[in-house]
């Protein structure tokens, strides 16, 4: 379970780098770019922030879940008899 979890953090940390790096490439203007009359988008900097938040926060999950505390839930149920 241990080795797991390491191989997903793992991943998520190298997505995130790929990520921060788009971000930066794209504050630097390389959003888009125009050829003749066309303009081009090569991405989206609300799609690239909301996916480094949500890596960010798996993050976060995965290393709690490493220290044993992981993210605790609870749920309610309601047994009825139709």
Do not use: F, P
Not at 10 to 38: C, F, H, P
Not at 50 to 77: A, C, H, T
Request: proline share 0%; net charge positive.
């Amino acid at each position: 379970m241990r080795r797991e979890i390491l191989r997903e953090l793992d991943v998520v940390n190298e997505r995130l780098a790929i990520y921060l790096e788009a971000e930066s490439k794209i504050l630097e203007g390389a959003q888009s770019y125009t050829i003749g009359s066309k303009t081009l988008e090569r991405a989206n900097l609300k799609e690239v922030r909301e996916m480094i938040d949500n890596l960010i926060l798996k993050k976060k999950e995965l290393e709690l879940q490493l220290k044993g505390q992981g993210l605790r839930k609870s749920y309610r149920v309601v047994i009825r008899d139709l």
